[in-house]
């Protein structure tokens, strides 16, 4: 069973070998693009008679794109899917038009652990630009709170511990098997009160903090953020990374659309880089995309 013909819509990150292998599952010569749409015609005329399209997170696929897509069968996200909230494909208007949408998890978690952990000793150490106090510091009994405790949160709450740190968190269901290891939940608003570092890792489109929460997280901690997005109200964390002693840490994607204010502060630590597209993970995510589609296939074929 194979498509009529695939395309990728945008710079999906795809191995190169993973591109040739595309190319069985497609009757006619795939389409590559290898940069970003601007508009919803733009991604429209890309897609033409394709049946099947692969696309990031990068590129919005709406409810106009899809009733603009007669041939379209299968959407494939290069991406994270948590659910449909979250979802950069219009994935309710994708089922009432019968169109099979799926996403991979747990691609590029190994690469964000390492970011973290390492710009969190370089701004404890003071390696970097900053330094969290006027001494150095250890990771050691360094009270951190995780708030969404995914795969990444989970591989974070590991890692911190085996530093010596004190890891609570906090999500909407409990995490009891992390509780045996000795890794505490606790309410929302007591964790902030209670730690000196957060680390954030929830899916795009939530907001968890605002005015009162960054009030009660109070001045002199470390907010990291790794999440697609701004987890919170971001004139309220304005206001608070002004204050004293105050420091935020984000790749890339963490940013979401303030960048360019974001860059404007030197507590607010921003490198030019997503932490979690390496190498490794761009294979890993190769692997889940091509697996993705021969299942879909194989179920049509039943």
Not at 9 to 25: C, F, Q, R, S, V
Not at 66 to 74: D, P, V
Not at 245 to 267: L, V
């Amino acid at each position: 069973m194979e498509f009529n013909k695939i395309a990728c819509i945008d710079k999906t990150g795809l191995e190169p070998w993973a591109i040739e292998e595309l190319k069985k599952y497609s009757i006619k010569p795939i389409e590559v693009f290898d940069d970003y749409p601007e508009s919803d015609n733009e991604i429209i005329n890309r897609i033409k008679s394709a049946d099947c399209i692969l696309v990031s997170w990068n590129t919005q696929i709406s409810k106009k794109v899809i009733e603009n897509s007669k041939h379209l069968k299968y959407i494939g996200m290069c991406c994270s899917l948590y659910d449909e909230n979250s979802s950069n494909v219009d994935i309710k208007t994708a089922r009432v038009n019968n169109i099979e949408v799926t996403g991979v998890r747990d691609y590029g978690d190994e690469g964000v652990i390492e970011f973290i952990v390492s710009e969190l000793i370089r701004l404890l150490k003071g390696l970097g630009e900053n330094q969290w106090k006027n001494e150095a510091v250890e990771l050691t009994q360094r009270i951190i709170g995780i708030i969404g405790m995914g795969t990444t949160g989970r591989m974070l709450a590991k890692i911190a511990s085996a530093f010596g740190m004190k890891v609570y968190y906090f999500s909407r269901t409990r995490k009891m098997d992390m509780e045996m290891d000795g890794i505490e939940w606790l309410p929302l608003n007591e964790l902030l009160k209670t730690v000196e570092i957060i680390s954030m890792h929830l899916p795009k489109n939530t907001v968890i903090l605002g005015t009162n929460e960054f009030h009660l997280f109070g001045d002199g901690k470390i907010l990291i953020n790794t999440s697609l997005g701004t987890p919170f109200e971001v004139p309220a964390f304005l206001e608070w990374i002004k204050r004293k002693g105050n420091y935020a840490i984000y790749d890339e994607d963490g940013s979401g659309g303030n960048k360019n204010e974001f860059e404007k502060y030197n507590n607010i630590i921003l490198p030019k880089k997503v932490a979690g597209w390496t190498k490794e993970a761009r294979e890993r995510l190769s692997i889940k995309v091509l697996k993705n589609i021969e299942e879909f296939l194989k179920e049509l074929n039943v």
